[in-house]
């Protein structure tokens, strides 16, 4: 097989890619595959232009950033698409030009003050019973009770009544304002990010500035230097959506003084001549007795002012996303 005259080659053409011609091999006399990528040009120890995709400073055919001189210069960088040049995230406001408040970390938040109650007070529902004997026994008038802070006539069913007993009350009546409620997302993190828009250069000039590369989206750190990825949000899309309920609050129309009384007055006067007894206690028998004299008498009407104590509460049906994504690359 007839040999071919490298030199000869190599003079009329510059730089072959044999490894292109003929797959990285050639093939001499002895059978024996000849490796012949080779650069006929006299290397130099220049720096590359590296914003030069033609550019062959340093003699090694390899150009731009196909120089691995290059591979720590920010035009050569994989997201270089996405590259806005240096900056540094900080905890405070330093009023830098162009000053970017960015984010970390969606706060967790409750719907317990988002949502609210129609009325703080829901009512009390149920019935007083009037016994004409004693140990609540014999006929008896059930008075179902009013609205609070109503009198209601209470007509016995005999001369003398001298028993009661008041069915446990049933709270109810709280409904919230409104069923559904948003509320505008809150990061737990905040900084402040000061940027040197479209700088760049060598990775050894920019660490002088002490910041970091900034890039937009999600973007590849380099495998030197700036290393160190963070990741920050400029905004968030939708809301904190609230499902809201309202509740009686525990204890909500337990008895206590005042609440449910038993009067001789049909208008339910308190003070001179009349009468009045307090129940308060629920499901148990009473004797008819006044409060101050203790002496029995003919109930004619009974008070009622309970109402229930409405508590409202709500759970997070939604939730924003972040957005906006900013990558620091960080030394």
């Known amino acids: 097989m007839k ?15 044999f490894e292109g011609l003929s797959n990285g091999q050639i093939v001499n006399d002895a059978g024996q595959p000849v490796d012949l990528t080779m650069c006929p040009k006299t290397p130099n120890s ?25 591979a720590t210069h920010s035009n050569c960088l994989v997201s270089k698409a996405n590259y806005r040049g240096t900056g540094t995230a900080r905890a405070t406001s330093s009023a830098c030009p162009g000053e970017t ?16 109650c129609t009325s703080p007070t829901g009512t009390c529902s149920g019935a007083i019973n009037v016994f004409e004997q004693a140990n609540c026994t014999g006929a008896a008038t059930k008075v179902t009770l009013p609205p609070a802070l109503v009198c209601s006539a209470a007509v016995p069913a005999a001369p003398n009544m001298p028993s009661v007993k008041l069915d446990k009350l049933t709270p109810g009546g709280c ?12 990061w737990s993190g905040n900084s402040y990010l000061c940027e040197n828009k479209g700088q760049s250069g060598l ?7 002490g910041d970091c590369l900034v890039f937009d989206g999600d973007a590849e750190c ?40 038993v009067s ?6 308190t003070g001179g001549t009349n009468k009045n007894m307090n129940v308060m206690v629920d499901s148990m028998c009473f004797a008819i007795l006044d409060s101050a004299t203790m002496m029995p008498f003919n109930p004619k009407a009974v008070n009622f002012a309970a109402t229930a104590t409405c508590q409202p509460a709500g759970t997070i049906a939604a939730t ?12």
């Open 3 to 17: 040999k071919f005259t490298l030199i000869s080659l190599l003079l009329v053409v510059g730089c072959w890619d």
């Open 46 to 70: 220049l720096q590359e232009d590296c914003t030069n995709p033609d550019a062959d400073v340093n003699n090694n055919c390899l150009p731009g950033c196909l120089d691995p001189t290059c």
């Open 101 to 116: 408040v960015i984010h970390q970390n969606l706060a967790t938040q409750s719907c317990a003050t988002a949502c609210s």
């Open 175 to 186: 409904t919230p304002k409104a069923a559904t409620v948003d509320i505008p997302p809150v």
């Open 203 to 209: 990775f050894g000039d920019l660490l002088k500035s």
């Open 222 to 261: 380099p495998t030197t230097t700036f290393v160190n990825k963070q990741s920050y949000f400029s905004t968030a899309s939708g809301m904190v959506t609230c499902t809201c309920s309202c509740s009686p609050a525990a204890g909500s129309c337990a008895i206590s003084g005042g609440q449910v009384r």
């Open 264 to 269: 001789d007055s049909a208008t339910c006067q």
């Open 320 to 331: 924003p996303s972040p957005t906006g994504l900013l990558t620091l690359c960080c030394k």
